[in-house]
């Protein structure tokens, strides 16, 4: 089974990685493709908050891309599957969606609000198009839920 795994360059997105290693028979998944999606006329740079070297504003989109996908795909060093980088272009849940469909996959892994602006956001916008419109399953990963603050 191929696998695809988006990834913003959030923490989310590493988390969401790092869940599906921790359940899935590496000897079921036969490839992982690691897509992060730039827009190439968008005004806010695609955000790389997994790595040291790409902090904003120093790099291009690409660059941050590049370097949020590696990171994740360190995730599945050693595990077994054959994991592949990819950087597409254009809006990040059609691109999701068109790469589950490209290479026949047989899961995608998305993390919910990656970039959303409150915990009151439950699931992200690209989350929810992916779920309804990708033709495979869809494992969307929560952040953990924040532990109350003491009074």
Known sequence: ?????????????????????????PGKVTDISVVAVIRPLASVAFADDLSEENKWPAGSFRD?????????????DGWGPKVHKRIRSGSAANEIIKAAKQYDAGLVVVAAGGRGLSDAVLLGSTAQRVQHYAPCPVLVVRPAPRKPRKR
């Open 1 to 25: 089974m191929h696998v695809i795994v988006a990834t913003d360059g959030s923490r989310q997105s590493l988390a969401a990685a790092k869940h599906l290693k921790s359940f899935a028979d």
């Open 64 to 76: 941050a891309a590049e370097s949020a996908v590696a990171t994740i795909a360190k995730v599945f």
